[in-house]
Nanobody, 121 residues
């Protein structure tokens, strides 16, 4: 079994910062790309940022220069530093990872349970 557990969400005023963390645990052989997605009420889930095993990152245009994704491979953890937060960043943020498990052949896509981020004055 593989699990992704997010933490770090909460409420913040516009212009504030939050740091999300996501830890992968279980029968992990290797982790490929890790990323963050978000879903606002009434909207489809959208990509926020991804980072591959070579630390190459990719960002949605709406968060470039404000958000930074990073990973600690020794801890199987991906982070999302969010600065200059705006009300339109309000959403449930989901962690995603492509993981090769020791128990299952091939690489599978895993999701966390989500963490709420609310930006409001």
């Amino acid at each position: 079994q593989v699990q992704l557990v997010e933490s770090g969400g909460g409420s913040v005023q516009p212009g504030g910062s939050l740091r999300l963390s996501c830890v992968a645990s279980g029968s992990i052989f290797s982790i490929n790309t890790m990323g963050w997605y978000r879903q606002a009420p009434g909207k489809q889930r959208e990509l926020v940022a991804t980072i591959n095993s070579s630390n190459k990152s990719n960002y949605a245009d709406s968060v470039k220069d404000r958000f930074t994704i990073s990973r600690d491979n020794a801890k199987n953890t991906v982070y999302l530093q969010m600065n200059s937060l705006k009300p339109e960043d309000t959403a449930v943020y989901y962690c995603n990872a492509g993981i090769r498990s020791t128990a299952v052949l091939g690489t599978s896509d895993y999701w966390g349970q989500g963490t709420q981020v609310t930006v409001s004055s």
